[in-house]
């Protein structure tokens, strides 16, 4: 692919008069300045970046306290001198090799909503589940407060524990089938799609936001004294995008193709996804690194393959001022305007999926779990 490079640029000009004699003295800014980079090369949907600064407002418009300058549309001092150029807080930085991953985990036309099979297999543990819960019933517990506070730590962590690998994934299936019909016919339509012309799915990955409010402080001081509160803010969005097609002959028959919907959204499967899911310690697995992700993607129910995944990002930030204040009192309609400024990156890039360790970042279930974890095994 060949790299072509495009760019734009807009000044904004304000001015400011002397009174008596008219003379004009100007100031100006970049108020609009993109660059747009773009591999040229076969097909569409290929990488590309945007760059993007806009700068509003930061303008005086008006007469001096002593009359002897007129303002219109002139910059601040502040913005005049980029003492705001825009550049975006820090952002939670992922690897393109997890975020792939999960984008062909949860585009696949075999995805499965529920892994019944694995349900199946693991609803032997049930009778030992409620046998335990029973056994650890309020009274009990009660007992094993006034008996021992570890012991009673080391009933409250097997509760857990039965709550987090036992109700909560039942409660989960039992919602997912309240609508099991209008996910099949869902999947239908996407493997209707798949079988005509290929399915393209993009979807929501990550979305981060962060805000700094600043102080009051000096935003002019020439002649005029301007002061406001500067408060940057900036969000980050990444979205996946994955493009399915159909390897060799699908399915025909519009009964068989419903018969495979169902079973896909029910993950009625016997394949590595179904082993891997059974093995006592994937779920830890899971934790740490993205190998799930992974043998999720490798289900195949329909002789199919994907396209090289493609990320987009889009980082958007604002710099706005309030609180604004100036020293021209004996001069009716003096006016300011806010400082309004804002950067944009945007970009579309390629990325494969490979085994990567995960962000160690864990959520408050994933931490209760570790522990109880510790907590059953150490007491």
């Not at 970046?49 to 300058?69: H, P, Q």
């Not at 005509?196 to 000096?218: A, E, H, K, W």
């Not at 204040?325 to 970009?347: I, Q, W």
Request: hydrophobic share 35%; glycine share 8%; charged share 20%.
């Amino acid at each position: 692919m060949v790299a072509k490079t495009n760019s734009r640029q807009t000044v904004y000009t304000g001015y400011r008069t002397t009174v008596p004699g008219g003379a004009v003295t100007t100031s100006s800014y970049v108020s609009l300045q993109e660059t747009r980079t773009t591999e040229v090369g076969p097909g569409d949907n290929g990488p590309f970046s945007v760059e993007r600064i806009t700068r509003k407002g930061g303008l005086m418009t008006g007469g001096s306290n002593s009359g002897a300058n007129v303002w219109s549309g002139y910059p601040f001092l502040a913005q005049a001198s980029d003492s705001f150029m825009v550049s975006h807080l820090s952002m939670p930085a992922y690897s393109d090799a997890l975020l792939a991953s999960e984008v062909l985990k949860r585009t696949s036309p075999s995805r499965s909503s529920i892994e019944s099979t694995v349900s199946g297999a693991e609803l032997r543990e049930l009778p030992g589940l409620v046998r335990d819960t029973w056994g650890l019933r309020v009274s009990n517990l009660l007992k094993e407060i006034r008996y021992s506070k570890f012991m009673a730590l080391k009933a409250a962590a097997k509760i857990n524990l039965m709550i987090q690998f036992g109700i909560a994934p039942m409660v989960s299936d039992a919602v997912v089938l309240l609508d099991f019909q209008g996910l099949v016919n869902q999947r239908v339509r996407e493997l209707e799609r798949l079988r005509s012309r290929g399915l393209r799915r993009t979807i929501n990955l990550r979305r981060d936001s962060l805000t700094y409010q600043g102080n009051v402080q000096s935003l002019n001081s020439n002649i005029v004294s301007v002061s406001g509160a500067v408060q940057k803010c900036t969000t980050q969005n990444i979205r996946g995008h994955a493009r399915w097609r159909v390897t060799s002959n699908f399915i025909e028959s519009d009964s068989d193709l419903r018969a495979q919907a169902y079973k896909s959204v029910l993950g009625a499967y016997i394949d590595p996804v179904t082993v891997y899911n059974l093995l006592p310690w994937s779920w830890l697995i899971d934790y740490f690194t993205n190998l799930g992700n992974l043998v999720d993607s490798s289900r195949n129910g329909f002789d199919m393959t994907h396209d090289t995944v493609r990320l987009m990002t889009h980082t958007k930030t604002s710099i706005t001022s309030n609180q604004m204040s100036h020293n021209v009192t004996s001069v009716p309609g003096f006016r300011v305007t806010a400082l309004d400024n804002t950067r944009e990156s945007k970009s579309r890039r390629l990325a494969s999926a490979t085994l990567v360790a995960r962000e160690t970042f864990l959520s408050g279930s994933q931490t209760s779990i570790l522990g109880s974890l510790a907590v059953t095994r150490l007491l």
